[in-house]
């Protein structure tokens, strides 16, 4: 859980400021959350209250001071979870007329994202694939037209994940460019394992974007289980899904985590992955 601690409110006026700042220092010293902020219009006290805050901050503690609310003097101070961990964001289904929404908010954000995309919207989205890649993102495939891959033939299984990679190669203007596969629903079979050429990768945390079209629940959904090596599996073809996502990077961000693609995170993980084997996640 990511928690949101409110640490206190700064009153400028009617405070003893030396000892206050005596039990500032002492309160950093033992580890403990100090944390304050003036606002601007602050008397000369409260701004030398921040600055006795400031000395503990660099003697060692970890925290961070976060803008004011406006017009309040309250500080907001999000717990370092993440600090030097990675996780991977990942969208399937797409893309939609949702995306290039989605890629806006990456950009401001500056946070790279996994897209399995399908073969037939990638034929409609043919731009968007372009600046998914132009933007520093992962384009993998999500198989041509999402069907349970598990229950078909070998012939409609080859059918599936080797038009998507055609489509997608050749709107991308690069051979073999697909190095990872996501099956539709997460469902294989042996003959599945025995076609995909490349490995095939599942998720560690499942939003349900797709079930609550709510942004608030995708939120605290994926903050309760968050931790590091997660791959995040949220859908950009509901516009409910793009605000969850915004709300999702503006916290772990807050918490430190790093944002990375699939193929980054296989990499920092130092797994080597077999062709048709099925991966869901990467830390012990
Ligand atoms: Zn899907």
Not at 137 to 149: A, F, I, K, R, W
Not at 257 to 275: K, N
Request: net charge negative.
């Amino acid at each position: 859980m990511v928690g949101v601690v409110v640490i206190f409110t700064v009153f400028a006026i009617a405070i003893n400021l030396k000892d206050e700042k005596a039990e500032l220092s002492k309160g950093t010293q033992n580890g403990e959350q100090t944390e304050t902020k003036s606002d601007g219009g602050a008397e000369d006290g409260a701004e030398e209250k921040a600055e006795a805050v400031q000395e503990g901050i660099e003697k060692g503690t970890e925290e961070k001071t976060e803008g004011s609310d406006g017009e309040g003097d309250v500080v907001r101070e999000v717990e370092q979870i993440g600090a030097g961990q990675v996780i991977a964001l990942t969208f399937d289904d797409g893309p939609s007329e949702f995306t290039s929404g989605l890629l806006d908010i990456l950009k401001r954000e500056q946070v790279p994202a996994t897209f399995f995309v399908l073969g037939r919207n990638a034929s409609a989205y043919p731009d968007v694939i372009r600046r998914e890649i132009a933007e520093g993102h992962e384009v993998e495939s999500h198989t041509m037209n999402h069907q349970n891959l598990a229950k078909l033939d070998e012939a409609s299984v080859r059918a599936e994940v080797y038009g998507a990679e055609q489509v997608i190669c050749a709107i991308e203007n690069k051979p073999n460019c697909i190095k990872y596969v996501r099956p539709p629903y997460g469902e294989v079979s042996d003959v599945v394992r025995s076609v995909v050429p490349v490995p095939m990768m599942s998720w560690s945390i499942d939003t349900e974007d797709w079930k609550s079209r709510n942004p608030q629940m995708i939120q605290d959904r994926t903050l309760s289980v968050i931790k590091g090596w997660a791959i995040i599996l949220m859908h950009d073809v509901y516009g409910t899904s793009v605000e969850g996502a915004e709300r999702i990077i503006k916290e772990l961000k807050a918490a430190g985590f790093t944002f990375v693609t699939i193929d980054e995170l296989v990499q920092r993980s130092g797994r080597v992955l077999e062709a048709g084997g099925y991966y869901a996640y990467f830390g012990s």
